[in-house]
């Protein structure tokens, strides 16, 4: 059962306009969310993450808005560069237990 | 920070054969220690999760086990692989808190 969803596969956003990447999930004891970004062929790197206190955090071109309500999160690049082109996850995890749930990725393409 | 390291990092081998591939952290102690696969196209699937020295949870019914032979080292093995264990397989870590899990490089499997 896939507790995390990225429904968009691929996105494909011009050099310098911002690229946002959507989530949904359906488990509510969720209360951590991450965002990670993945290069072929290299493990996945942390890029930022929000508490389910918060329904926003921002760390330079990158923000995360939380919308507890809808179970939707969403991650704006503002603005996009050619070394943005990679996979990027949506995790989610809470109830006390570490464990991450992954989202199956959407692969981000900056064009020149 | 940790450092994660993972080998091989490429790996071919025919069906029916072993496997066993090691990652070791630095940097932290006592962490929590993941086996994840990815899968052509796919998103991460956690296999295994260990919170401590002998201590595996299995995500997963399959033929791969896994074990915590020291605080900082985490194995992934098979007795007898199968061509759907092809893979990109990934370990991560965390200290117990905060939440963010720290990747490996990975190990490219392919059973022949």
């Known amino acids: 059962d896939q507790q995390v969803k990225q429904n968009s596969p691929s996105l494909s956003v011009q050099e310098g306009r911002i690229s946002i990447l959507n989530c949904d999930y359906t488990?509510?004891?969720?209360?951590?969310f991450l965002w990670y970004k993945k290069y072929p062929a290299e493990g996945p790197t942390f890029l930022i993450s929000i508490s389910s206190i918060k329904d926003k955090n921002e760390d330079g071109r990158f923000t995360v808005f939380l919308n507890k309500s809808a179970k939707h999160l969403s991650l704006h690049i503002v603005p996009s560069q050619p070394g943005d082109s990679a996979v990027y996850f949506c995790a989610a995890s809470g109830g006390g237990d570490y464990k991450l749930s992954f989202g199956a990725g959407t692969t981000v393409t900056v064009r020149a | 920070s940790q450092t994660i390291h993972q080998w091989p990092a490429t790996l071919v081998q025919p069906v029916g054969s072993p496997l066993s591939l090691e990652c070791t952290v630095e940097?932290?102690?006592?962490?929590?220690l993941y086996w994840y696969r990815q899968a052509a196209g796919r998103g991460l699937q956690l296999l295994f999760y260990s919170v401590g020295i002998g201590q595996i949870s299995s995500e997963v019914p399959q033929n791969l086990s896994a074990s915590r032979p020291q605080d900082r080292q985490f194995i992934l093995s098979s007795k007898k692989l199968l061509l759907s264990d092809s893979g990109f397989y990934l370990c991560a870590s965390h200290p117990k808190q905060p939440y963010e899990q720290y990747f490996g490089p990975g190990t490219r499997l392919t059973v022949t």
């Open positions: 940097g932290t102690s006592n962490p929590n």
């Open positions: 488990n509510s004891m969720f209360d951590y």
